[in-house]
Nanobody, 123 residues
Framework: QVQLVESGGGLVQAGDSLRLSCAASGRTFSTYAMGWFRQAPGKEREFVAALRWSGGTTYYADSVKGRFTISRDNAKNTVYLQMNSLKPEDTAVYYC????????????????WGQGTQVTVSS
């Protein structure tokens, strides 16, 4: 059974940094794509960043490009989202997701989801 557990959220001020973690377990993820998504109050869930466990190109939403970095530690089966220069508009619940195969941006294409971690950025 696949489990994704996010951690690292919190309350920070604008300009601060946070690093989110997503610990994955339950199977071998070498052929999987991993994504970070977020959902702000009253808004739809949206794509933030993605990578493949096997390596290659990383992808980012335009709104976070240059500020956020997605990475992975294969030995720890953990995916990270380093978030720098945080803005109040980054406030959301952040979710980790996994799917077998290539990276896609469509939420419905991801098979497994974590429970989410709250990030709040005050101005």
């Amino acid at each position: 059974q696949v489990q994704l557990v996010e951690s690292g959220g919190g309350l920070v001020q604008a300009g601060d940094s946070l690093r989110l973690s997503c610990a994955a377990s339950g199977r071998t993820f070498s052929t999987y794509a991993m994504g970070w998504f977020r959902q702000a109050p009253g808004k739809e869930r949206e794509f933030v960043a993605a990578l493949r466990w096997s390596g290659g190109t990383t992808y980012y939403a335009d709104s976070v490009k240059g500020r956020f970095t997605i990475s992975r530690d294969n030995a720890k089966n953990t995916v990270y989202l380093q978030m720098n220069s945080l803005k109040p508009e980054d406030t959301a619940v952040y979710y980790c997701a996994a799917r077998s195969g290539f990276i896609v941006f469509k939420i419905s294409e991801y098979d497994y989801w974590g429970q989410g971690t709250q990030v709040t950025v005050s101005s």
